[in-house]
């Protein structure tokens, strides 16, 4: 957290630290979460407007902490989109009797485009009931884990991510994902622990979310290995909101007064 976060630092040991491990432990995480949270997440949006109106919007709509804690344990990130994007997001899926724990993280990365897209097609799917996806896609598409290298653990962790909004299409998603990356500069056990360790890729669209935030680092100025390298240490980059939180993120780091060369740096070596 330290060395990916140094600003953390000059945060409030009394005021802000501890009120925001002692909010997650109320939340129902336990410690290893509460330290997997923060490790993953150290730039944490303020307790009082940042996270506790977001956290309250899912109780309102009945869940629990239990399930509030395994939703952001699940994507820490989710917590680091806007009150604007959230807000309407979670007011859509409720109304669409779309919000669930396990899919709460896959609806939110979505570009406004898709985001429409899916909460139209599973809507029309409601009447017929909120069927699991074929059991021989899902088989087909952990096969074809299993045989890029994933141990069945792994495959495991990663189909506990899918769900309603997500069908795991091996030929028509999954493959293209793989190659993908493959074609950013990362080996073969690279990609394996990028999906591994952001399974909501393979729900991300390629043309949509996936190919612009890469071409975006490209733009400011980050080469092939510096993605690569960007990626395979922090997959949920390329996942997240480039209006909301990558190009905020870029515009903060100009201001306090580093050079193009600084932020690219920054960018490739610490993104999280």
Same mark, same amino acid.
């Given at each position: 957290? /330290?060395?990916?976060?140094?600003?953390?630092?000059?945060?409030?040991?009394?005021?802000?630290?501890?009120?925001?491990? $002692?909010?997650?432990?109320?939340?129902? /995480?336990? +410690?290893?979460?509460?330290?997997?949270? &923060?490790?993953?997440?150290?730039?944490?949006?303020?307790?009082?407007?940042?996270?506790?109106?977001?956290?309250?919007?899912?109780?309102?709509?009945?869940?629990?902490?239990? @399930?509030?804690?395994?939703?952001?344990? $699940?994507?820490?990130?989710?917590?680091?989109?806007?009150?604007?994007?959230?807000?309407?997001?979670?007011?859509?899926?409720?109304? !669409? +009797?779309?919000?669930?724990?396990?899919?709460?993280?896959?609806?939110?990365?979505?570009?406004?485009?898709?985001?429409?897209?899916? %909460?139209? =097609?599973? *809507?029309?799917?409601?009447?017929?009931?909120?069927?699991?996806?074929?059991?021989?896609?899902?088989?087909?598409?952990? *096969?074809?884990?299993?045989?890029?290298?994933?141990?069945?653990?792994?495959?495991?962790?990663?189909?506990?991510?899918?769900?309603?909004?997500? =069908?795991?299409?091996?030929? @028509?998603?999954? !493959?293209? #994902?793989? $190659?993908?990356?493959?074609?950013?500069?990362?080996?073969?056990?690279?990609?394996?622990? &990028?999906?591994? *360790?952001?399974?909501?890729?393979?729900?991300?669209?390629?043309?949509?979310?996936?190919?612009?935030? %890469?071409?975006?680092?490209?733009?400011? @100025?980050?080469?092939? =290995?510096?993605?690569? !390298?960007?990626?395979?240490?922090?997959?949920?980059?390329?996942?997240?909101?480039?209006?909301?939180?990558? !190009?905020?993120?870029?515009?903060?780091?100009?201001?306090?007064?580093?050079?193009?060369?600084?932020?690219?740096? #920054?960018?490739?070596?610490?993104?999280?």
């Amino acid at each position: 957290v /330290m060395s990916t976060y140094p600003q953390i630092c000059s945060y409030s040991l009394e005021s802000r630290l501890k009120p925001l491990v $002692r909010w997650l432990s109320d939340v129902g /995480m336990d +410690g290893s979460q509460v330290a997997r949270v &923060v490790a993953r997440l150290p730039k944490w949006p303020t307790l009082e407007t940042g996270l506790k109106p977001k956290v309250q919007m899912l109780r309102d709509r009945g869940f629990s902490d239990i @399930g509030i804690a395994r939703t952001i344990n $699940r994507m820490p990130s989710l917590l680091a989109y806007s009150s604007e994007r959230w807000e309407d997001r979670v007011t859509v899926l409720d109304a !669409k +009797g779309l919000l669930a724990e396990k899919t709460l993280g896959t609806f939110m990365v979505l570009t406004d485009t898709k985001f429409a897209e899916a %909460v139209t =097609s599973k *809507a029309e799917l409601l009447p017929r009931g909120r069927e699991q996806k074929p059991q021989e896609l899902q088989e087909e598409t952990e *096969a074809f884990l299993i045989s890029s290298g994933l141990s069945k653990a792994e495959v495991r962790k990663v189909s506990s991510h899918w769900s309603t909004c997500f =069908s795991p299409d091996v030929d @028509g998603k999954v !493959k293209a #994902v793989f $190659r993908w990356l493959a074609e950013l500069g990362l080996t073969k056990l690279q990609i394996n622990k &990028v999906v591994v *360790a952001f399974p909501a890729m393979l729900s991300c669209s390629l043309t949509d979310q996936l190919q612009p935030a %890469v071409q975006w680092l490209s733009e400011i @100025g980050m080469d092939s =290995s510096q993605v690569a !390298k960007a990626v395979t240490t922090f997959p949920d980059l390329i996942g997240l909101s480039l209006e909301d939180q990558l !190009k905020p993120c870029v515009r903060w780091l100009s201001e306090i007064g580093m050079d193009d060369s600084q932020v690219t740096k #920054v960018m490739s070596t610490y993104p999280q």
